[in-house]
């Protein structure tokens, strides 16, 4: 990868604030492609830092994030919606790195919760979906999300 410059990059923040980052954009040796290098706190092609969403999907009913009700929703759905393919990518990586202890019985139906299941691969620790995003990005299996291509 080649360094070919840099973009601005806005995120907001839990106290409502919004920021903005320099990512450098970089370019694949190989097939050209251009990459942007996310720093561990932005998840690809969501607005708000990963602790706020992280925090909402944690808690639901129960938080202190300044945002829509049809975005806490959409975070929920998202969620939901690549749970099983996340944990998926986690035990595949897991397997690719010749890593001990996979608990493999993830993939099968359980009363477990969502946050369980994927605590159990990544730890219930705060940071766990920069924990879950980062490998997942790095090893390019990260999929667009649909409402990305709708405009």
Known sequence: MSVIGTRNRRSKESSGETRVYNIRRLRCDNCGSIHHEL??????YKRYESDCIEKVLANPSNHDIPADESTLYRWNEWFKSFLDYWVGCLIS?????KQENIPLDLTSVSSETALHRLGRLVGNAPRWLARIVRPIVNINLWLHTRSAFLS
């Open 39 to 44: 720093p561990d706190f932005l998840v690809p």
């Open 93 to 97: 990586i897991m397997l690719q790195t």
